[in-house]
């Protein structure tokens, strides 16, 4: 069995209905982010599927110096553990050096490792002594199989419970493509799979000093994942795209969501039902 252990009564993988891992890119406001997670708790509620609230208190990694980046470290996880506190959810968010991990393990339930630092061997260390569950996304320049070697550094330092998460691979310029024989590749290293539906759709810098994006096509890479398989999606939603602080041309419009999401569950149902042969 491929499960891994998010917190007491959240497993993601097999046997295990669909887990949305999703949220605003940045931590723009509190009460912002108090409004998006309620929000977003409803729709997946009337889904029946299970939900990680994600928001990051800092992007590190912003394409321009004067880009909005989120909150100081003790604000932005004090929002988080408003999260916690008043909506009952288990949440997600970035690290981006090895000091952060301890203070953020304190309040969150999962880690994530973005793709850009998955090879950061200190990061990673210091994430897995924390005992929380990680997430990694495979960086866009690496194959799928090249992730065996993050496992391997992940479970060196104690990890157990861990994630890889699909974000798209590096295409060209200011391009990013998904190849899907990736989810079942890296699922072969033995953790559940995420497909990152909006980063996968991102256009690295494409607007000069900012990222752009073409999230029109976010809900088909998403149904194709589901075909193919995958433990968890994790989108970025936001009320308002267009007026977003960070990765807004990605973002899911929280008004669509719950029509997003029902294919893409029909089609995970469907795949679920239907043995795939395995061919000699």
């Given at each position: 069995?491929?499960?891994?252990?998010?917190?007491?009564?959240?497993?993601?993988?097999?046997?295990?209905?669909?887990?949305?891992?999703?949220?605003?890119?940045?931590?723009?406001?509190?009460?912002?982010?108090?409004?998006?997670?309620?929000?977003?708790?409803?729709?997946?509620?009337?889904?029946?599927?299970?939900?990680?609230?994600?928001?990051?208190?800092?992007?590190?990694?912003?394409?321009?110096?004067?880009?909005?980046?989120?909150?100081?470290?003790?604000?932005?996880?004090?929002?988080?553990?408003?999260?916690?506190?008043?909506?009952?959810?288990?949440?997600?968010?970035?690290?981006?050096?090895?000091?952060?991990?301890?203070?953020?393990?304190?309040?969150?339930?999962?880690?994530?490792?973005?793709?850009?630092?998955?090879?950061?061997?200190?990061?990673?260390?210091?994430?897995?002594?924390?005992?929380?569950?990680?997430?990694?996304?495979?960086?866009?320049?690496?194959?799928?199989?090249?992730?065996?070697?993050?496992?391997?550094?992940?479970?060196?330092?104690?990890?157990?419970?861990?994630?890889?998460?699909?974000?798209?691979?590096?295409?060209?310029?200011?391009?990013?493509?998904?190849?899907?024989?990736?989810?079942?590749?890296?699922?072969?290293?033995?953790?559940?799979?995420?497909?990152?539906?909006?980063?996968?759709?991102?256009?690295?810098?494409?607007?000069?000093?900012?990222?752009?994006?073409?999230?029109?096509?976010?809900?088909?890479?998403?149904?194709?994942?589901?075909?193919?398989?995958?433990?968890?999606?994790?989108?970025e939603i936001h009320e308002d795209p267009a007026s977003a602080l960070s990765d807004?041309?990605?973002?899911?419009?929280?008004?669509?969501?719950?029509?997003?999401?029902?294919?893409?569950?029909?089609?995970?149902?469907?795949?679920?039902?239907?043995?795939?042969?395995?061919?000699?």
């Amino acid at each position: 069995m491929i499960r891994t252990q998010i917190t007491d009564t959240l497993n993601i993988g097999d046997g295990q209905p669909l887990t949305l891992i999703g949220g605003p890119c940045v931590i723009e406001s509190e009460d912002f982010t108090l409004k998006m997670a309620e929000s977003i708790a409803k729709v997946v509620d009337r889904l029946g599927i299970n939900y990680i609230f994600k928001s990051s208190f800092d992007k590190a990694n912003r394409t321009s110096i004067d880009s909005f980046r989120g909150q100081a470290i003790d604000k932005g996880l004090k929002i988080l553990q408003r999260v916690k506190d008043e909506f009952g959810l288990p949440v997600l968010t970035d690290i981006h050096e090895s000091s952060q991990a301890a203070p953020v393990a304190e309040v969150v339930d999962v880690l994530q490792i973005p793709a850009f630092l998955c090879r950061q061997t200190d990061l990673l260390v210091a994430a897995a002594k924390t005992g929380r569950a990680i997430n990694v996304k495979k960086g866009q320049f690496l194959a799928p199989w090249d992730m065996k070697n993050v496992v391997k550094k992940l479970e060196a330092a104690g990890a157990k419970n861990l994630l890889l998460t699909e974000r798209g691979t590096s295409f060209g310029y200011n391009a990013l493509v998904v190849d899907f024989r990736g989810l079942p590749q890296m699922r072969q290293l033995g953790y559940p799979v995420v497909f990152d539906a909006t980063h996968s759709v991102q256009m690295p810098g494409g607007q000069g000093n900012k990222s752009g994006g073409q999230r029109e096509y976010a809900p088909v890479l998403a149904r194709a994942a589901a075909a193919v398989g995958i433990d968890a999606l994790f989108m970025e939603i936001h009320e308002d795209p267009a007026s977003a602080l960070s990765d807004g041309p990605n973002m899911i419009p929280l008004a669509q969501l719950e029509e997003v999401l029902r294919p893409i569950l029909r089609v995970r149902e469907a795949v679920n039902e239907t043995a795939i042969p395995v061919l000699v």
